[in-house]
């Protein structure tokens, strides 16, 4: 008892001394855009990001797809820039570039050497007001997107159950609809869409610059202030303002048939708080529920009592997702064995977690899990890209920078009383979609598979 | 408009000599023999260990395919006195991240822990990789989730375009079949033939190490002496080299999808080949992953055939190809194999242009220190590096054999590594136009 003590406060000591090693500097510039400096002068490297605070969720209706298609787009040139030629700068300067669509936020980033700063700057800082394409560049982009559709989603029966899994967990919130798009809305698409999108949304009072890696941060402010400065302001950004779901009175069940799948499972998705601004316990209790019931391969309750000792799950397992702006996700499965139908294996799921909200947390393994989540802020020091990538994501969705700092903090606080007071929604269905993903059962499934 | 790019031609010019990877790499030799390289840095209070045992699924037998995928699998479920779950209970207690990995060349072991923890975390590992138990009722659970995988292979359509051509390059040899064997051989598997898969693998004259973070050579030599007791001298013989023995033309997989994946690919360069790395760099203005490629301008960019496409230098071990995969909707695959032939005659007889070659020469170099960047991509790397056969001065000065390069030599390796005549593809799908 006395050892375990005497760690735990040396970890704590040590995640101080490595944290205030690397300075994290939060401001904004006159015209809006947010900046986020992380300091980590180990190799002569930069992560440069800029992130809009607009996702699939701000689409227009019919429009799905066209946050993704924009993103595309986004390296089809500006008034200066060739279409391609942002990348090519990139690469010509040993960079390496890429960007991603979420609901909750869009965003751009380049790793490079980190005396190249102010080119990637320059160019962001171009393609922030002035993009600029052809129909020539637009019309072969659409095609490829109906292509990364077909690749990543259609050609994945697990992409496609989780798509049905969504769809029937929202009954209105735009979460619900795929970030790549319906397929028969992204063949509609237009490049005209994708520009009305841009003027509406993107501009320096919508962004977050954030900057990681080998700078000085007053240069690198500097840097921001002399390049992203003079972009205007967009007059058109409104705040977020999205269609929210009405109150959930009835539980939703799916079942998915298909001849590609190998493994069967059981999955269920709840409703569930998200991070708040400010007001983080509930997320950080929920985050703590999710590492209880399966966080580990082997020693999570869920892996022991179904895989271990009844020995008829291949695995099982419990997410939290509460890093979105709106509405968070929490999620239950099963793997069965060979032999164990999935009806029979949801009954054993869901007889563990009463099980454990009855019986309460194992101490021991409560106080494991707090030690790996004290020492995981110190392996995270190792992962400058991954810290960038935490600020924008909290940034993007309405998070400050203090709680982003203080989730870990927020984690260590929470009681074992805490979690079984968390987890006990998960015993209202009322919240939750719940699908079976299996091998076609029916005449007209098998049909339709071929 | 040309303001902005006289300014960035203006800055590639004045930035485009390459950046050095500044690296210092220290040569660490223990007490037992054991060499590694150290890269130290004591900003960050943990230690990055990297081991790469030569090797791999390779070494298993027809009979016993999928053995040292299912006994690495295994080290993790049980050691000494303790079962899979205390086992797993003291790596969470450590809050050490411990994985083992096997693939076809290789058995790999990467560690990442506190510093403070080194020895509790090395004497964890030690036992891990000397007194693996093999537990009955663990094999049973393990093996029964690596067939569930198996099974799920037999249905991805990229896992069965990899192991169609690896079967049509290979045939017999070891590297035409699956590392994790087959559905038959796996479930024969047990206790005896993971305790010689294991006796086969884990050995000291097939190791190599690599370490970063906080942690200084004496120290690193203490430690890896402390893992390796009781880890026996030898291993099993390394299998014979494999050929290429593919022959061209196109096998359609049929299988239920909307899209088509079709791998490609012909005879390649050796690893150790004196010209390898400018086949790298004739591949990387070809195929090798980015967007500015001539495979993604081709079919991507100008056609919207498919979101992605590229080519790769399988060189391992035992043998080495040219591959490349792709994907796209069923009714473009014989459009996008013509195109794949185009391109590949193209560039054998045309190579690239003066100007192909500079800014992939600017490109690869300035992109090399990017792959340093933590404690853990450096460990890695250090392993990998000695694996692969590099002299420990090559990080500094692979940016200067690169920029040596002429584009007669990189024309010259063009022609001989792409044969349109030669290229072999597999397409599984309901590809519209083939057969």
């Not at chain 1, 500097?222 to 972009?231: F, R």
């Not at chain 2, 193209?346 to 100007?355: C, K, L, M």
């Not at chain 2, 030599?409 to 290229?423: E, G, H, T, Y």
């Amino acid at each position: 008892m006395i050892s375990r003590l005497t760690v735990l406060v040396v970890i704590g000591l040590l995640a101080l001394r490595a944290a205030q090693a690397d300075p994290v500097t939060h401001t904004s510039l006159d015209n809006g855009l947010e900046v986020v400096v992380i300091e980590d002068r180990r190799a002569p490297v930069v992560v440069h990001m800029v992130w809009y605070r607009v996702g699939a969720a701000d689409e227009p209706p019919r429009q799905s797809g066209i946050a993704h298609f924009l993103e595309h787009l986004m390296f089809k040139g500006t008034e200066s820039m060739d279409p391609g030629e942002f990348s090519r700068v990139v690469e010509a300067n040993g960079g390496r570039d890429n960007a991603f669509t979420s609901w909750d936020y869009t965003g751009y980033f380049q790793r490079v050497a980190s005396d190249r700063l102010d080119l990637m700057m320059q160019m962001e800082a171009d393609r922030m007001a002035n993009l600029s394409f052809t129909e020539d560049d637009w019309r072969p982009e659409r095609a490829v997107i109906l292509e990364e559709r077909g690749q990543v989603l259609e050609s994945r029966v697990g992409g496609q159950f989780n798509e049905s899994m969504m769809a029937a967990l929202y009954k209105s919130h735009p979460y619900g609809i795929p970030i790549i798009g319906w397929r028969h809305e992204m063949e509609t698409l237009t490049g005209q869409n994708a520009m009305d999108f841009y003027a509406q949304h993107y501009g320096p009072n919508n962004a977050i610059l954030v900057i990681a890696g080998d700078v000085d941060t007053a240069q690198a402010l500097e840097m921001a202030q002399q390049i992203y400065g003079p972009v205007p302001p967009n007059p058109a950004i409104a705040p977020v303002s999205r269609v929210m779901e009405p109150p959930h009175l009835a539980e939703r069940r799916l079942v998915f048939e298909d001849a590609r799948v190998g493994t069967p499972y059981v999955n269920r998705m709840y409703l569930a708080p998200v991070r708040r601004a400010g007001d983080q316990a509930q997320a950080a209790a929920l985050q703590m529920l999710a590492a209880l019931l399966g966080g580990s391969s082997t020693t999570s309750v869920l892996e022991r009592r179904l895989n271990f000792e009844q020995g008829i799950a291949l695995s099982a397992w419990a997410g939290y997702n509460g890093m979105s702006r709106d509405y968070g996700t929490f999620t239950l499965g099963i793997a069965p064995v060979d032999g164990v139908s999935l009806e029979d294996a949801e009954a054993a799921l869901d007889a563990v977690v009463a099980e454990f909200l009855e019986n309460g947390v194992d101490q021991a393994q409560f106080d494991r899990v707090r030690r790996q989540i004290r020492a995981s802020e110190i392996y995270a020091l190792d992962d400058v890209q991954g810290r960038a990538r935490q600020y924008g994501v909290g940034l993007s969705i309405g998070l400050g920078v203090d709680d982003i700092d203080g989730w870990v903090d927020a984690l260590d606080a929470v009681t074992p009383d805490d979690v079984i007071a968390a987890g006990q929604f998960l015993l209202d269905r009322r919240n939750s979609v719940t699908g079976y993903l299996t091998q076609p059962t029916t005449p007209s499934a098998s049909e339709g598979a071929q | 408009m040309t303001r902005f790019l006289a300014l960035a031609v203006g800055v590639f010019i004045t930035l485009a000599a390459p950046l050095r990877a500044e690296v210092a790499i220290t040569p660490v030799t223990s007490e037992s023999g054991l060499q590694a390289w150290l890269v130290e840095e004591r900003s960050i209070p943990i230690v990055a260990l990297d081991l790469i045992f030569a090797g791999g699924a390779n070494l298993d037998s027809d009979a016993t395919a999928g053995a040292t995928s299912l006994m690495t699998a295994l080290l993790s479920e049980g050691a000494g006195d303790m079962d899979a779950q205390a086992f797993a209970a003291r790596t969470e207690e450590l809050a050490a991240r411990i994985s083992f990995d096997a693939g076809r060349d290789t058995v790999s072991v990467s560690l990442r822990f506190l510093t403070e923890d080194a020895d509790e975390v090395i004497d964890h590992v030690r036992a891990a990789l000397t007194d693996p138990r093999f537990d009955d009722d663990a094999i049973a659970r393990v093996r029964g989730q690596m067939l569930s995988k198996l099974r799920r292979d037999a249905l991805d359509p990229n896992t069965l375009a990899s192991r169609a051509f690896a079967q049509a390059a290979y045939g017999d040899h070891p590297y035409g079949r699956v590392s994790d064997g087959s559905v038959e051989t796996v479930a024969a598997l047990d206790r005896a033939a993971l305790l010689a898969a294991h006796e086969r693998a884990i050995a000291r004259d097939r190791v190599f190490i690599g370490a970063a973070g906080d942690i200084d050579a004496p120290e690193l030599a203490r430690l890896i002496d402390r893992l390796f007791d009781g880890i026996p001298q030898e291993g099993a013989p390394i299998p014979d080299r494999a050929a290429f023995a593919a022959a061209p033309g196109v096998d359609v997989i049929p299988f239920d999808g909307p899209q088509s994946v079709i791998a490609f690919g012909h005879d390649g360069i050796a690893r150790d080949d004196p010209d390898f790395l400018t086949a790298f760099v004739v591949n990387e203005v070809f195929g090798g992953g980015r967007f500015g490629t001539r495979l993604m301008e081709s079919l991507r960019v100008q056609r919207g055939l498919t979101y992605g496409v590229g080519s790769f230098l399988a060189s391992g071990l035992l043998g080495e190809s040219y591959q490349g995969r792709m994907s796209t909707d069923n009714a473009n695959a014989a459009a996008a194999i013509d195109l794949l032939r185009e391109e590949w005659a193209r560039i054998a007889q045309d190579g690239i242009s003066e100007d192909d070659l500079s800014r992939i020469q600017t490109y690869l170099t300035g992109a090399y220190p990017l792959r340093f960047d933590g404690n853990g991509a450096i460990a890695s790397s250090m392993a990998s590096m000695q694996y692969q056969g590099f002299d420990i001065d090559y990080v500094n000065i692979r940016n200067d054999l690169i920029d040596a390069l002429t584009l007669d030599q990189v024309n010259a390796m063009a022609a001989r590594l792409f044969d349109v005549d030669a290229l072999y593809f597999v397409v599984v799908g309901k590809p519209e136009g083939l057969e």
